[in-house]
């Protein structure tokens, strides 16, 4: 044997001896932790289909196992990561919190956003209202933004300026794909962005951020359009739009927030969070912008996602658009054109609702995470202390065992047909736990006002410049979005609007 096929051979048995110990005899041994989807590559593990294909990963993994739904994980370069599928064990990873936290997650995402170590320290110390300064915070986001007097504020000051935006002589700017006579044929997931950005600015923030950076909407959406590559720590090079995009934004609210209090009127969350950096004593300029940029990201990435869609489902099917807008007209009808009952749209319109839950559940890719802080039982696994836990909700979207045998296609009455569906364990698009979204109120407000006044504001006709018959949108779930997903690269969908007689 010459010497090339020595190593070939040694390289070989090496390699296999690794596969029939750690995917055969390990968890033989050891029945009670997590067992291991196997990979090719030792160390490197899944990194490929966690940064190309995460969701079909989780998917396949739970198959492998024989759609058991045990815990089982997956290693991504020489990390090992717990997958937690079962909605019981879900559900008892959101009990277990102290062991399983959110918070030492959430750390991870803050050093990406550019924290320092130093106010990571800071705003974890335990000495703001008699906790740390993350954990009051969660609280004052529930304060804000749970149905009573601080949403109602709030939530007024949004929807009244969506009502405001979505006016034919406002339809303006890039946007716009051309003019023709008495209309304009508009980019709709432009529009969606547009519209409800510019909204939650003005809510939360006031005008005054646009004096501190006048592109700051656009900022945001370039930041957005690849904000999925943040967690993978990519050299600046690798990933420049994303990182000067980024920068751009947390410049802008730490400028803005440098502005006396009377110029910079914000939502109430907005200046709790700044007088707990003053307490907690995080100075820095930049520090206290990216703590204020985290706010102002899960306030607009994903609700103007979903308005796109639920627009893109109705308009491509008259049928349901005509029963939808049937539902809806008393609400347009009792206070007349400019304003409407957004109480009724909430009470009395189960096909709304019904079609609202189908659309999020379709296009919904949220994923829990958690650090294992001390070793913890789930279910009859064993967890160990430093591993992270992925809670991949998803997967139980689509499981026919809760959803129905047609649970991957769209349907939707499905959950007007089944009343119960909204409180099925293996329904979370909203997460749960410590960090359950509590923009979930506000989320369904922004779309029901957006569809209303667009639908009966507006003459809307799908558009195609070289008049072929448009195409649905295809879901893109290729890439690790953590909230609504987006429609593949290039698929646009064009609207003409014109006025309603
Ligand atoms: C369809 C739209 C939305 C989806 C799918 C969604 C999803 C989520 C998810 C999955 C989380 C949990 C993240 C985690 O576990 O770390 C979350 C947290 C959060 N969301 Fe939403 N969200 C939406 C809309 C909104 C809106 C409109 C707002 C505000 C107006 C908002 C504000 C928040 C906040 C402040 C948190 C952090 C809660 C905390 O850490 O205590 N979300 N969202």
């Known amino acids: 044997m010459d010497q090339f096929t020595v190593v070939c051979v040694t390289t070989a048995a090496l390699w296999l001896g690794w596969r029939v110990w750690s995917f055969t005899l390990w968890p033989m041994l050891h029945p009670e932790l997590p067992r291991r989807?196997?990979?090719?590559?030792?160390?490197?593990?899944?990194?490929?289909?966690?940064?190309?294909?995460?969701?079909?990963?989780?998917?396949?993994?739970?198959?492998?196992?024989?759609?058991?739904?045990?815990?089982?994980?997956?290693?991504?370069?020489?990390?090992?990561?717990?997958?937690?599928?079962?909605?019981?064990?879900?559900?008892?990873?959101?009990?277990?919190?102290?062991?399983?936290?959110?918070?030492?997650?959430?750390?991870?995402?803050?050093?990406d956003t550019g924290m320092t170590k130093e106010t990571i320290t800071q705003i974890f110390e335990p000495v703001y209202r008699s906790k740390n300064y993350i954990k009051a915070t969660h609280d004052d986001f529930r304060l804000q933004m749970h149905p009573g007097p601080r949403l109602d504020k709030v939530q007024a000051d949004f929807l009244a300026h969506i009502d405001k935006s979505l006016r034919f002589d406002k339809i303006s700017g890039p946007m716009v794909k051309s003019l023709p006579t008495g209309g304009k044929v508009v980019s709709l997931w432009e529009w969606c962005g547009q519209i409800l950005i510019d909204s939650a600015i003005e809510a939360f923030f006031s005008r005054a951020l646009y004096e501190a950076n006048p592109d700051m909407l656009q900022d945001f959406v370039s930041f957005d359009e690849e904000s999925w590559k943040l967690p993978y720590r990519l050299p600046k090079f690798a990933a420049k739009k994303m990182y000067g995009s980024m920068d751009k934004c947390i410049l802008a609210i730490s400028k803005w927030l440098e502005y006396p209090k009377e110029k910079r009127q914000a939502a109430w969350i907005v200046d709790q969070m700044i007088e707990g950096l003053d307490e907690v004593k995080v100075t820095g300029s930049y520090q206290r912008g990216a703590m204020v940029f985290v706010l102002f990201r899960l306030v607009n990435t994903n609700a103007f996602r979903l308005c796109f869609w639920c627009l893109a489902y109705l308009l491509f099917d008259q049928e349901l658009l005509n029963v939808i807008k049937e539902e809806m007209q008393p609400a347009w009808n009792r206070e007349g054109e400019g304003s409407l009952d957004m109480q009724y749209l909430l009470d009395k319109c189960p096909r709304l609702s019904s079609f609202y839950e189908e659309v999020l559940r379709i296009t919904v890719d949220s994923v829990g995470a958690r650090v294992v802080m001390k070793e913890t039982m789930i279910g009859n696994k064993k967890l160990s202390a430093g591993r992270k836990v992925l809670m991949p909700f998803r997967q139980g979207h689509y499981d026919p065992e809760f959803f129905g045998s047609d649970a991957a296609s769209f349907n939707p009455t499905r959950f007007l047909d089944n009343e119960k569906l909204t409180r099925s364990a293996s329904w979370k698009p909203f997460g749960g736990g410590q960090a359950w979204c509590p923009g979930r109120f506000m989320a369904r407000r922004e779309v029901y006002m957006f569809l209303v006044v667009v639908l009966f504001r507006f003459n809307t006709d799908l558009y195609s410049p070289d008049h072929r018959t448009p195409e649905f949108p295809v879901l893109d779930d290729s890439y690790p979005w953590g909230g609504i997903l987006t429609p593949k690269p290039g698929q646009k969908v064009l609207v003409e609007i014109s006025k309603r007689v």
Do not use: C, W
């Open 37 to 111: 989807y196997p990979y090719l590559v030792p160390v490197v593990g899944h990194i490929k289909a966690m940064v190309n294909h995460t969701g079909r990963v989780f998917t396949r993994g739970k198959a492998y196992f024989g759609n058991t739904r045990e815990i089982f994980s997956l290693v991504v370069m020489g990390e090992e990561l717990y997958v937690v599928t079962n909605p019981s064990d879900i559900q008892e990873v959101f009990k277990q919190a102290a062991s399983l936290d959110h918070d030492a997650m959430a750390v991870d995402i803050l050093l």
